[in-house]
Protein backbone atom coordinates (compact mmCIF):
# COMPACT_ATOMS: atom_id res chain seq x y z
CA UNK A 1 0.00 0.00 0.00
CA UNK A 2 0.68 3.23 -0.45
CA UNK A 3 1.16 6.75 0.97
CA UNK A 4 0.03 9.52 -0.32
CA UNK A 5 2.05 12.23 0.81
CA UNK A 6 1.38 16.41 0.73
CA UNK A 7 4.36 18.19 2.51
CA UNK A 8 3.56 21.99 3.72
CA UNK A 9 6.72 24.35 2.71
CA UNK A 10 8.17 26.90 4.90
CA UNK A 11 6.56 29.62 2.70
CA UNK A 12 2.83 28.32 2.86
CA UNK A 13 3.32 26.28 -0.45
CA UNK A 14 1.91 23.01 -0.39
CA UNK A 15 3.95 19.89 -2.61
CA UNK A 16 2.86 16.39 -3.52
CA UNK A 17 5.61 13.72 -3.14
CA UNK A 18 5.21 11.28 -5.62
CA UNK A 19 6.69 8.18 -6.10
CA UNK A 20 6.41 7.26 -9.96
CA UNK A 21 7.87 8.66 -13.10
CA UNK A 22 7.12 8.49 -16.99
CA UNK A 23 4.44 6.29 -18.48
CA UNK A 24 3.67 4.64 -15.45
CA UNK A 25 3.00 8.50 -13.79
CA UNK A 26 0.31 9.23 -16.69
CA UNK A 27 -1.47 5.97 -16.16
CA UNK A 28 -2.05 6.82 -12.53
CA UNK A 29 -5.19 8.41 -11.80
CA UNK A 30 -4.27 10.06 -8.66
CA UNK A 31 -0.82 12.20 -9.34
CA UNK A 32 -1.34 12.32 -13.37
CA UNK A 33 -2.01 15.74 -14.64
CA UNK A 34 -2.07 15.56 -18.30
CA UNK A 35 -1.29 18.32 -20.24
CA UNK A 36 -1.01 20.63 -17.16
CA UNK A 37 2.35 19.11 -15.96
CA UNK A 38 4.97 21.75 -16.21
CA UNK A 39 8.12 21.89 -18.50
CA UNK A 40 10.04 21.62 -15.02
CA UNK A 41 8.05 18.81 -14.10
CA UNK A 42 7.63 16.75 -17.69
CA UNK A 43 12.35 16.91 -17.05
CA UNK A 44 11.56 15.78 -13.69
CA UNK A 45 9.66 13.04 -13.88
CA UNK A 46 10.56 11.85 -17.19
CA UNK A 47 7.55 13.32 -19.31
CA UNK A 48 9.13 15.01 -22.05
CA UNK A 49 8.38 13.48 -25.20
CA UNK A 50 4.82 11.76 -23.68
CA UNK A 51 2.77 14.75 -24.02
CA UNK A 52 2.55 17.40 -26.93
CA UNK A 53 3.98 20.47 -26.50
CA UNK A 54 1.49 22.83 -24.93
CA UNK A 55 1.27 22.87 -21.26
CA UNK A 56 -2.57 23.31 -20.23
CA UNK A 57 -4.09 24.28 -17.14
CA UNK A 58 -6.88 22.43 -15.42
CA UNK A 59 -9.53 25.36 -16.67
CA UNK A 60 -9.03 24.37 -19.83
CA UNK A 61 -8.40 20.70 -19.38
CA UNK A 62 -11.97 20.39 -17.76
CA UNK A 63 -13.36 22.71 -21.00
CA UNK A 64 -12.27 19.84 -22.98
CA UNK A 65 -13.58 16.66 -20.92
CA UNK A 66 -16.78 18.50 -20.58
CA UNK A 67 -17.20 19.00 -24.27
CA UNK A 68 -16.59 15.35 -24.71
CA UNK A 69 -19.02 14.31 -22.59
CA UNK A 70 -21.70 16.73 -23.73
CA UNK A 71 -21.38 15.54 -26.92
CA UNK A 72 -22.36 12.14 -26.01
CA UNK A 73 -26.51 12.10 -26.10
CA UNK A 74 -27.08 8.67 -24.25
CA UNK A 75 -26.81 9.33 -20.84
CA UNK A 76 -25.12 5.75 -19.96
CA UNK A 77 -22.42 6.81 -22.84
CA UNK A 78 -21.83 10.10 -20.79
CA UNK A 79 -21.72 7.49 -17.37
CA UNK A 80 -18.91 5.79 -19.24
CA UNK A 81 -17.24 8.35 -20.60
CA UNK A 82 -16.84 10.07 -16.97
CA UNK A 83 -15.71 6.73 -15.19
CA UNK A 84 -12.91 6.96 -17.83
CA UNK A 85 -12.14 10.08 -16.95
CA UNK A 86 -12.18 9.03 -13.27
CA UNK A 87 -9.70 6.27 -13.93
CA UNK A 88 -7.25 8.32 -15.87
CA UNK A 89 -7.28 11.47 -13.71
CA UNK A 90 -9.20 11.59 -10.95
CA UNK A 91 -8.54 15.89 -9.93
CA UNK A 92 -9.55 16.78 -13.50
CA UNK A 93 -12.93 14.34 -13.06
CA UNK A 94 -13.98 16.17 -9.63
CA UNK A 95 -13.35 19.32 -11.18
CA UNK A 96 -15.67 18.66 -14.08
CA UNK A 97 -18.24 17.31 -11.41
CA UNK A 98 -17.69 20.05 -9.37
CA UNK A 99 -18.33 22.68 -11.66
CA UNK A 100 -21.39 21.14 -13.08
CA UNK A 101 -23.42 19.18 -10.63
CA UNK A 102 -26.43 20.01 -11.38
CA UNK A 103 -25.81 18.55 -14.84
CA UNK A 104 -23.80 15.30 -13.63
CA UNK A 105 -24.92 14.46 -10.64
CA UNK A 106 -28.48 12.33 -12.73
CA UNK A 107 -24.89 10.94 -14.76
CA UNK A 108 -22.38 9.95 -11.60
CA UNK A 109 -25.22 9.29 -9.49
CA UNK A 110 -29.20 8.55 -9.43
CA UNK A 111 -30.76 7.57 -12.33
CA UNK A 112 -28.27 6.53 -14.60
CA UNK A 113 -25.63 4.71 -12.20
CA UNK A 114 -28.95 2.60 -11.68
CA UNK A 115 -28.80 1.47 -15.45
CA UNK A 116 -24.94 1.73 -15.02
CA UNK A 117 -25.18 -1.55 -12.23
CA UNK A 118 -27.82 -3.36 -14.31
CA UNK A 119 -25.25 -3.31 -17.43
CA UNK A 120 -22.06 -3.26 -14.94
CA UNK A 121 -20.73 -6.65 -16.63
CA UNK A 122 -21.35 -5.33 -20.07
CA UNK A 123 -19.63 -2.20 -19.93
CA UNK A 124 -16.77 -3.04 -16.95
CA UNK A 125 -13.30 -1.69 -18.18
CA UNK A 126 -11.01 -1.38 -14.83
CA UNK A 127 -11.48 -2.69 -11.34
CA UNK A 128 -11.76 0.28 -8.42
CA UNK A 129 -11.92 -0.35 -4.99
CA UNK A 130 -12.19 -3.86 -3.30
CA UNK A 131 -14.39 -6.56 -4.39
CA UNK A 132 -14.59 -9.26 -1.35
CA UNK A 133 -16.17 -12.98 -1.67
CA UNK A 134 -16.51 -16.13 0.06
CA UNK A 135 -13.14 -17.33 -1.33
CA UNK A 136 -11.75 -14.72 0.40
CA UNK A 137 -12.67 -16.08 4.07
CA UNK A 138 -10.28 -16.69 6.59
CA UNK A 139 -7.70 -13.96 4.70
CA UNK A 140 -9.49 -11.11 4.08
CA UNK A 141 -6.83 -8.73 6.46
CA UNK A 142 -4.58 -9.56 3.64
CA UNK A 143 -6.87 -8.76 0.32
CA UNK A 144 -7.66 -5.40 2.30
CA UNK A 145 -4.00 -4.93 2.60
CA UNK A 146 -4.11 -4.97 -1.49
CA UNK A 147 -6.53 -1.22 -1.00
CA UNK A 148 -4.01 1.23 -3.26
CA UNK A 149 -4.01 3.57 -0.21
CA UNK A 150 -3.47 3.22 3.96
CA UNK A 151 -5.26 6.00 5.14
CA UNK A 152 -8.99 5.07 4.20
CA UNK A 153 -11.19 7.06 6.49
CA UNK A 154 -14.61 6.02 4.87
CA UNK A 155 -15.34 3.01 3.28
CA UNK A 156 -19.20 2.77 1.44
CA UNK A 157 -19.85 -1.23 1.18
CA UNK A 158 -22.58 -3.00 -0.37
CA UNK A 159 -23.90 -6.69 -0.72
CA UNK A 160 -26.12 -5.55 -3.86
CA UNK A 161 -29.00 -6.86 -2.96
CA UNK A 162 -31.57 -4.17 -2.84
CA UNK A 163 -29.37 -1.56 -5.55
CA UNK A 164 -31.98 1.85 -5.60
CA UNK A 165 -35.23 0.08 -6.04
CA UNK A 166 -34.14 -2.38 -8.93
CA UNK A 167 -32.79 -5.18 -6.51
CA UNK A 168 -30.15 -7.58 -6.37
CA UNK A 169 -27.72 -6.86 -9.53
CA UNK A 170 -25.23 -8.65 -8.10
CA UNK A 171 -21.64 -7.43 -8.33
CA UNK A 172 -22.94 -4.48 -10.94
CA UNK A 173 -23.60 -3.11 -7.33
CA UNK A 174 -20.80 -2.04 -7.19
CA UNK A 175 -21.58 1.36 -9.16
CA UNK A 176 -23.39 2.47 -6.13
CA UNK A 177 -20.22 2.59 -3.79
CA UNK A 178 -18.35 4.49 -6.71
CA UNK A 179 -21.31 6.89 -6.90
CA UNK A 180 -21.98 7.69 -3.52
CA UNK A 181 -18.37 7.77 -2.60
CA UNK A 182 -17.91 10.22 -5.28
CA UNK A 183 -20.55 12.49 -4.07
CA UNK A 184 -18.17 12.79 -0.67
CA UNK A 185 -15.64 14.07 -2.37
CA UNK A 186 -17.55 16.44 -4.60
CA UNK A 187 -19.62 17.72 -2.16
CA UNK A 188 -17.62 16.82 1.32
CA UNK A 189 -14.05 16.90 -0.15
CA UNK A 190 -13.18 13.99 1.24
CA UNK A 191 -9.64 13.13 -0.66
CA UNK A 192 -9.98 9.88 -2.77
CA UNK A 193 -7.25 8.30 -1.38
CA UNK A 194 -9.30 8.06 1.55
CA UNK A 195 -12.00 6.68 0.33
CA UNK A 196 -12.87 2.96 -0.38
CA UNK A 197 -15.95 1.17 -2.54
CA UNK A 198 -15.97 -2.43 -1.09
CA UNK A 199 -18.12 -4.94 -2.76
CA UNK A 200 -19.36 -7.49 -0.95
CA UNK A 201 -19.90 -9.96 -2.96
CA UNK A 202 -21.60 -13.04 -2.03
CA UNK A 203 -23.30 -13.73 -4.80
CA UNK A 204 -26.45 -13.38 -6.63
CA UNK A 205 -30.05 -15.05 -7.11
CA UNK A 206 -30.64 -12.91 -10.18
CA UNK A 207 -31.05 -15.90 -12.54
CA UNK A 208 -30.35 -13.58 -15.46
CA UNK A 209 -26.83 -12.37 -14.17
CA UNK A 210 -25.94 -16.47 -12.91
CA UNK A 211 -26.74 -17.26 -16.58
CA UNK A 212 -25.39 -14.26 -18.50
CA UNK A 213 -21.78 -15.33 -19.64
CA UNK A 214 -20.30 -11.87 -19.47
CA UNK A 215 -21.03 -11.82 -15.81
CA UNK A 216 -17.67 -10.58 -13.71
CA UNK A 217 -19.04 -11.14 -10.09
CA UNK A 218 -18.97 -14.67 -7.91
CA UNK A 219 -20.68 -16.90 -9.81
CA UNK A 220 -22.81 -18.69 -6.55
CA UNK A 221 -26.14 -18.04 -5.78
CA UNK A 222 -26.27 -15.54 -2.43
CA UNK A 223 -24.49 -16.59 0.28
CA UNK A 224 -27.19 -16.33 3.97
CA UNK A 225 -27.29 -17.23 7.47
CA UNK A 226 -24.84 -17.67 9.66
CA UNK A 227 -21.95 -18.11 6.69
CA UNK A 228 -23.11 -14.54 5.37
CA UNK A 229 -22.78 -13.21 9.14
CA UNK A 230 -19.45 -14.68 9.58
CA UNK A 231 -17.93 -13.50 6.34
CA UNK A 232 -19.38 -9.97 7.27
CA UNK A 233 -18.00 -10.19 11.01
CA UNK A 234 -14.20 -10.76 9.14
CA UNK A 235 -14.43 -8.07 6.97
CA UNK A 236 -15.53 -5.45 9.98
CA UNK A 237 -13.08 -6.62 11.88
CA UNK A 238 -10.58 -6.48 9.05
CA UNK A 239 -11.26 -2.89 8.32
CA UNK A 240 -10.85 -2.27 12.01
CA UNK A 241 -7.65 -3.52 11.95
CA UNK A 242 -6.39 -2.09 8.35
CA UNK A 243 -8.55 1.45 8.48
CA UNK A 244 -8.32 2.33 12.30
CA UNK A 245 -9.58 5.38 11.42
CA UNK A 246 -12.74 4.92 9.17
CA UNK A 247 -15.76 5.24 9.23
CA UNK A 248 -18.48 2.56 7.25
CA UNK A 249 -21.47 3.54 5.19
CA UNK A 250 -23.43 0.14 4.55
CA UNK A 251 -25.96 0.80 1.59
CA UNK A 252 -28.36 -0.90 -0.38
CA UNK A 253 -28.61 -4.19 1.41
CA UNK A 254 -32.29 -5.98 1.64
CA UNK A 255 -33.88 -5.16 4.73
CA UNK A 256 -33.70 -8.16 6.54
CA UNK A 257 -29.94 -8.07 6.54
CA UNK A 258 -29.63 -4.11 6.42
CA UNK A 259 -30.90 -3.98 9.52
CA UNK A 260 -29.47 -7.15 10.82
CA UNK A 261 -25.69 -6.09 9.93
CA UNK A 262 -26.00 -2.16 11.14
CA UNK A 263 -27.63 -3.46 14.54
CA UNK A 264 -24.40 -5.94 15.04
CA UNK A 265 -21.81 -3.43 14.05
CA UNK A 266 -23.10 -0.29 15.56
CA UNK A 267 -20.58 -0.57 18.52
CA UNK A 268 -17.64 -2.06 16.83
CA UNK A 269 -16.82 1.01 14.35
CA UNK A 270 -18.19 4.16 13.49
CA UNK A 271 -21.02 3.15 10.95
CA UNK A 272 -24.60 3.95 9.50
CA UNK A 273 -27.16 2.49 7.36
CA UNK A 274 -27.59 5.55 4.57
CA UNK A 275 -30.69 4.12 3.10
CA UNK A 276 -32.71 3.42 7.06
CA UNK A 277 -30.81 6.83 8.65
CA UNK A 278 -29.95 9.01 5.74
CA UNK A 279 -33.05 8.58 3.54
CA UNK A 280 -35.00 8.82 6.70
CA UNK A 281 -33.06 11.95 7.73
CA UNK A 282 -33.52 13.69 3.98
CA UNK A 283 -37.49 12.73 4.61
CA UNK A 284 -37.94 14.59 7.83
CA UNK A 285 -35.73 17.20 6.39
CA UNK A 286 -38.90 17.35 3.73
CA UNK A 287 -41.29 17.05 6.41
CA UNK A 288 -39.78 19.94 8.43
CA UNK A 289 -39.47 22.43 5.65
CA UNK A 290 -42.94 21.39 4.35
CA UNK A 291 -44.03 22.72 7.93
CA UNK A 292 -42.09 26.21 7.29
CA UNK A 293 -44.12 26.75 4.52
CA UNK A 294 -47.08 25.79 5.67
CA UNK A 295 -47.29 26.97 9.28
CA UNK A 296 -48.04 23.68 10.78
CA UNK A 297 -45.99 22.04 13.13
CA UNK A 298 -45.07 18.45 12.51
CA UNK A 299 -46.70 17.55 15.81
CA UNK A 300 -50.34 18.50 14.04
CA UNK A 301 -49.56 16.50 10.71
CA UNK A 302 -50.78 13.44 9.43
CA UNK A 303 -48.52 11.61 7.93
CA UNK A 304 -49.01 8.37 5.74
CA UNK A 305 -46.10 6.68 4.62
CA UNK A 306 -46.43 3.78 1.74
CA UNK A 307 -43.42 1.40 1.55
CA UNK A 308 -41.98 -0.59 4.92
CA UNK A 309 -39.23 -1.45 3.66
CA UNK A 310 -35.59 -0.28 5.17
CA UNK A 311 -36.44 3.06 4.18
CA UNK A 312 -39.75 3.23 5.20
CA UNK A 313 -38.90 2.25 8.61
CA UNK A 314 -36.04 4.04 9.10
CA UNK A 315 -38.05 7.34 7.75
CA UNK A 316 -40.91 6.22 10.50
CA UNK A 317 -38.28 6.30 13.35
CA UNK A 318 -36.80 9.21 12.72
CA UNK A 319 -40.10 11.47 12.08
CA UNK A 320 -40.92 9.48 15.82
CA UNK A 321 -38.18 10.25 17.42
CA UNK A 322 -38.70 14.35 16.23
CA UNK A 323 -42.38 13.97 17.31
CA UNK A 324 -41.61 12.93 21.35
CA UNK A 325 -38.73 15.21 21.26
CA UNK A 326 -41.80 18.05 20.29
CA UNK A 327 -43.60 16.04 23.21
CA UNK A 328 -45.88 13.52 21.33
CA UNK A 329 -46.30 10.25 23.32
CA UNK A 330 -48.97 7.88 23.84
CA UNK A 331 -51.43 6.69 21.11
CA UNK A 332 -51.43 10.63 19.72
CA UNK A 333 -47.89 9.32 18.83
CA UNK A 334 -49.16 6.08 17.71
CA UNK A 335 -52.04 8.24 15.07
CA UNK A 336 -49.34 10.46 13.52
CA UNK A 337 -47.98 8.32 11.17
CA UNK A 338 -49.40 5.55 9.18
CA UNK A 339 -47.60 2.77 7.47
CA UNK A 340 -48.41 0.30 4.91
CA UNK A 341 -46.83 -1.91 3.39
CA UNK A 342 -48.16 -3.87 -0.06
CA UNK A 343 -51.11 -5.38 2.23
CA UNK A 344 -52.35 -2.29 3.30
CA UNK A 345 -52.05 -0.13 6.39
CA UNK A 346 -50.14 -2.13 9.12
CA UNK A 347 -52.79 -3.12 12.00
CA UNK A 348 -52.36 -5.58 14.76
CA UNK A 349 -55.11 -7.72 13.62
CA UNK A 350 -53.28 -8.49 10.36
CA UNK A 351 -50.56 -11.35 10.72
CA UNK A 352 -47.27 -9.28 10.54
CA UNK A 353 -44.02 -11.41 11.25
CA UNK A 354 -41.60 -8.44 10.29
CA UNK A 355 -40.76 -7.21 13.78
CA UNK A 356 -39.47 -3.66 11.88
CA UNK A 357 -42.97 -3.40 10.67
CA UNK A 358 -44.66 -4.10 14.47
CA UNK A 359 -42.71 -1.17 15.68
CA UNK A 360 -45.27 0.95 13.29
CA UNK A 361 -48.16 -1.18 13.57
CA UNK A 362 -51.37 0.31 14.60
CA UNK A 363 -53.53 -1.04 17.35
CA UNK A 364 -56.81 -2.33 15.69
CA UNK A 365 -58.88 -0.11 17.71
CA UNK A 366 -57.34 3.03 16.23
CA UNK A 367 -57.72 1.73 12.74
CA UNK A 368 -61.46 1.36 14.00
CA UNK A 369 -61.82 4.52 15.28
CA UNK A 370 -60.83 5.89 12.23
CA UNK A 371 -63.65 4.04 10.50
CA UNK A 372 -60.58 1.46 9.29
CA UNK A 373 -61.98 -1.85 10.83
CA UNK A 374 -63.36 -3.40 7.88
CA UNK A 375 -62.67 -3.65 4.37
CA UNK A 376 -60.01 -2.49 2.19
CA UNK A 377 -57.74 -0.39 4.12
CA UNK A 378 -55.23 0.40 0.70
CA UNK A 379 -53.61 3.42 -0.10
CA UNK A 380 -56.71 5.04 -1.23
CA UNK A 381 -58.89 3.90 2.21
CA UNK A 382 -56.45 5.51 4.22
CA UNK A 383 -56.05 8.77 2.81
CA UNK A 384 -59.64 9.26 2.42
CA UNK A 385 -60.15 7.99 6.09
CA UNK A 386 -57.22 9.66 7.58
CA UNK A 387 -57.47 13.13 5.12
CA UNK A 388 -53.05 13.13 5.45
CA UNK A 389 -51.39 16.50 5.28
CA UNK A 390 -47.91 14.57 4.01
CA UNK A 391 -47.78 11.21 1.79
CA UNK A 392 -44.09 9.99 1.41
CA UNK A 393 -43.39 6.97 -0.75
CA UNK A 394 -40.41 4.32 -0.50
CA UNK A 395 -42.34 1.70 -2.41
CA UNK A 396 -40.56 0.77 -5.25
CA UNK A 397 -43.43 0.98 -7.26
CA UNK A 398 -43.83 2.68 -9.86
CA UNK A 399 -47.79 4.59 -10.22
CA UNK A 400 -48.57 3.92 -6.79
CA UNK A 401 -49.41 7.31 -6.11
CA UNK A 402 -52.04 7.65 -8.53
CA UNK A 403 -54.24 10.75 -9.25
CA UNK A 404 -57.78 9.90 -7.57
CA UNK A 405 -55.16 9.35 -4.57
CA UNK A 406 -53.44 12.80 -5.12
CA UNK A 407 -56.75 14.68 -5.57
CA UNK A 408 -58.25 13.29 -2.37
CA UNK A 409 -55.02 14.85 -0.71
CA UNK A 410 -55.53 18.10 -2.64
CA UNK A 411 -59.09 18.02 -1.38
CA UNK A 412 -58.17 17.79 2.45
CA UNK A 413 -55.30 19.70 2.41
CA UNK A 414 -54.38 23.08 1.28
CA UNK A 415 -50.66 22.52 0.69
CA UNK A 416 -50.15 18.71 0.74
CA UNK A 417 -46.39 17.52 1.03
CA UNK A 418 -46.05 14.55 -1.37
CA UNK A 419 -42.80 12.72 -1.44
CA UNK A 420 -42.37 10.25 -3.93
CA UNK A 421 -39.29 9.08 -3.34
CA UNK A 422 -38.35 5.52 -4.72
CA UNK A 423 -35.32 5.51 -7.46
CA UNK A 424 -34.47 5.69 -9.89
CA UNK A 425 -36.81 8.09 -12.34
CA UNK A 426 -38.83 5.37 -13.57
CA UNK A 427 -39.83 3.43 -10.29
CA UNK A 428 -41.18 6.89 -8.87
CA UNK A 429 -44.77 6.83 -6.89
CA UNK A 430 -45.75 9.79 -9.29
CA UNK A 431 -44.41 12.20 -11.81
CA UNK A 432 -43.97 15.33 -10.78
CA UNK A 433 -45.67 17.30 -13.37
CA UNK A 434 -48.93 14.79 -13.13
CA UNK A 435 -48.88 15.38 -9.47
CA UNK A 436 -49.30 19.46 -9.98
CA UNK A 437 -51.33 19.46 -12.47
CA UNK A 438 -53.63 17.33 -10.10
CA UNK A 439 -52.76 19.48 -7.29
CA UNK A 440 -53.36 22.76 -9.20
CA UNK A 441 -50.05 23.69 -8.21
CA UNK A 442 -50.75 23.38 -4.56
CA UNK A 443 -48.07 20.49 -3.53
CA UNK A 444 -45.50 20.94 -1.46
CA UNK A 445 -42.80 17.53 -3.83
CA UNK A 446 -39.90 16.13 -3.08
CA UNK A 447 -38.49 13.17 -5.57
CA UNK A 448 -35.71 10.66 -4.55
CA UNK A 449 -34.81 10.71 -8.34
CA UNK A 450 -33.86 14.19 -9.92
CA UNK A 451 -36.93 15.90 -12.15
CA UNK A 452 -37.04 18.95 -14.54
CA UNK A 453 -38.49 21.90 -13.65
CA UNK A 454 -42.34 21.73 -14.30
CA UNK A 455 -44.18 24.85 -15.99
CA UNK A 456 -47.39 25.38 -13.94
CA UNK A 457 -49.59 28.77 -15.26
CA UNK A 458 -47.09 31.63 -15.48
CA UNK A 459 -44.19 29.96 -12.96
CA UNK A 460 -42.01 27.28 -13.26
CA UNK A 461 -41.89 24.82 -10.26
CA UNK A 462 -38.15 23.08 -9.52
CA UNK A 463 -38.81 19.76 -7.97
CA UNK A 464 -36.72 19.49 -5.18
CA UNK A 465 -34.44 16.08 -4.24
CA UNK A 466 -35.35 14.36 -1.10
CA UNK A 467 -32.45 12.18 -1.87
CA UNK A 468 -29.72 11.30 0.66
CA UNK A 469 -27.48 12.72 -1.37
CA UNK A 470 -28.19 16.00 0.80
CA UNK A 471 -27.50 14.08 3.95
CA UNK A 472 -24.65 11.46 3.85
CA UNK A 473 -21.90 13.56 2.85
CA UNK A 474 -22.48 16.18 6.07
CA UNK A 475 -23.31 13.43 8.41
CA UNK A 476 -19.76 11.53 6.72
CA UNK A 477 -17.64 14.84 7.25
CA UNK A 478 -19.05 16.00 10.02
CA UNK A 479 -18.44 12.24 11.87
CA UNK A 480 -14.70 12.58 10.73
CA UNK A 481 -13.77 15.69 11.79
CA UNK A 482 -15.22 15.09 15.25
CA UNK A 483 -13.72 11.66 15.10
CA UNK A 484 -16.80 10.11 16.11
CA UNK A 485 -16.89 6.95 17.25
CA UNK A 486 -20.63 6.10 16.62
CA UNK A 487 -23.38 7.95 14.85
CA UNK A 488 -26.16 8.56 17.05
CA UNK A 489 -29.48 9.16 15.71
CA UNK A 490 -29.07 12.66 17.47
CA UNK A 491 -26.55 13.17 14.69
CA UNK A 492 -29.22 11.99 11.96
CA UNK A 493 -31.62 14.41 13.60
CA UNK A 494 -29.65 17.47 13.65
CA UNK A 495 -28.70 16.86 10.12
CA UNK A 496 -32.33 16.76 9.07
CA UNK A 497 -33.11 19.96 10.84
CA UNK A 498 -30.04 21.59 9.42
CA UNK A 499 -30.60 20.56 6.04
CA UNK A 500 -34.25 21.92 6.39
CA UNK A 501 -32.83 25.37 7.63
CA UNK A 502 -30.75 25.49 4.71
CA UNK A 503 -33.94 26.48 2.46
CA UNK A 504 -34.07 29.88 1.85
CA UNK A 505 -36.66 32.13 1.54
CA UNK A 506 -36.54 32.72 -1.92
CA UNK A 507 -37.42 28.58 -2.23
CA UNK A 508 -39.73 28.84 0.96
CA UNK A 509 -41.75 31.26 -1.34
CA UNK A 510 -41.62 28.71 -4.20
CA UNK A 511 -42.71 26.20 -2.01
CA UNK A 512 -39.63 24.01 -3.10
CA UNK A 513 -38.97 21.53 0.03
CA UNK A 514 -35.24 21.22 -0.91
CA UNK A 515 -31.80 23.07 -1.49
CA UNK A 516 -31.09 23.56 -5.43
CA UNK A 517 -28.10 20.01 -6.49
CA UNK A 518 -26.14 23.37 -7.41
CA UNK A 519 -25.76 24.39 -3.59
CA UNK A 520 -24.75 20.75 -2.71
CA UNK A 521 -21.34 21.78 -1.35
CA UNK A 522 -22.57 24.67 0.38
CA UNK A 523 -25.41 22.60 2.02
CA UNK A 524 -23.23 19.34 3.28
CA UNK A 525 -20.81 21.70 5.05
CA UNK A 526 -23.66 23.03 7.05
CA UNK A 527 -25.16 19.60 7.82
CA UNK A 528 -21.22 18.47 8.90
CA UNK A 529 -21.11 21.63 11.28
CA UNK A 530 -24.41 20.46 12.89
CA UNK A 531 -23.54 16.66 13.08
CA UNK A 532 -20.25 17.51 14.62
CA UNK A 533 -22.07 19.56 17.19
CA UNK A 534 -24.39 16.58 17.70
CA UNK A 535 -21.43 13.83 18.05
CA UNK A 536 -19.88 16.28 21.08
CA UNK A 537 -22.88 16.92 22.55
CA UNK A 538 -23.80 13.06 22.29
CA UNK A 539 -20.64 12.10 24.23
CA UNK A 540 -19.38 9.92 21.46
CA UNK A 541 -16.47 12.87 19.91
CA UNK A 542 -13.19 11.25 20.44
CA UNK A 543 -12.27 14.97 19.06
CA UNK A 544 -14.84 16.96 20.49
CA UNK A 545 -14.91 20.63 19.09
CA UNK A 546 -15.94 24.08 20.17
CA UNK A 547 -18.49 25.69 18.08
CA UNK A 548 -16.25 28.12 17.51
CA UNK A 549 -13.77 25.52 16.26
CA UNK A 550 -16.07 23.37 13.99
CA UNK A 551 -15.68 25.71 10.76
CA UNK A 552 -11.93 25.84 10.64
CA UNK A 553 -11.94 22.18 11.54
CA UNK A 554 -14.22 21.35 8.79
CA UNK A 555 -12.40 23.66 5.79
CA UNK A 556 -9.42 22.01 6.93
CA UNK A 557 -10.70 18.01 6.13
CA UNK A 558 -11.48 19.49 2.68
CA UNK A 559 -9.68 19.00 -0.80
CA UNK A 560 -10.24 21.10 -3.76
CA UNK A 561 -9.43 19.74 -6.91
CA UNK A 562 -6.60 21.30 -8.17
CA UNK A 563 -2.83 20.46 -9.10
CA UNK A 564 -0.46 20.91 -6.49
CA UNK A 565 3.23 21.10 -7.67
CA UNK A 566 5.43 17.72 -7.58
CA UNK A 567 8.45 16.61 -6.20
CA UNK A 568 9.83 12.84 -6.75
CA UNK A 569 9.41 10.98 -3.49
O1 LIG B 1 -28.85 6.24 -4.24
C1 LIG B 1 -29.82 7.02 -4.15
O2 LIG B 1 -30.14 7.81 -5.03
C2 LIG B 1 -30.62 7.04 -2.89
C3 LIG B 1 -30.51 5.74 -2.22
O3 LIG B 1 -29.69 5.53 -1.33
C4 LIG B 1 -31.31 4.64 -2.74
O4 LIG B 1 -32.24 4.86 -3.52
O5 LIG B 1 -30.98 3.50 -2.39
MG1 LIG C 1 -29.16 3.45 -1.27
Redesign the pocket.
Known amino acids: MEPYRVVEEAQGGRKLLVPYRGARLLAHPIYNKGTAFTPEERVAFGLDGLLPSAVGTIDRQAVRAHESIRRKEDPLEKYIGLSALQDRNETLFYRVLLDHIEELLPIV??PTVGRACQRYSHIYRRGRGLWITPEHAGRIDQVLGNAPFDDVRLLVVTDNERI??LGDLGAGGMG?PIGKLAIYTAAAGIHPTRTLPLSFDVGTDNQALLDDPLYIGYRQRRLRGPAYDALLDELVHAIRRRFPRALVQW??FKKGNAFRVLDRHRATLPSFN??IE??AAVALAGMLTGARITGIPLTQQRIVILGAGAAGVGIARLIRAELERAGLAGPALTAAIACLDSGGLLVDDRRIDDEHKREFTWPADLARAHGLADGPRDLAAVVSALRPTALLGTSGEPGTFPEPIIRAMAAATRRPVIMPMS?PSDLSEARPADVITWTDGRALLGT??PFHPVPFGNRTIRIGQA???FIFPGVGLGALVSEARQITQTMFLAAAERLAAEVDAHDLAAGCLFPSVAHLRRVTVAVAASVARAARDAGVAARPLDDAAIPAAIAAAMWEPSYLPMEPA
Open positions: YTLGIEDDDGTNGSNNA
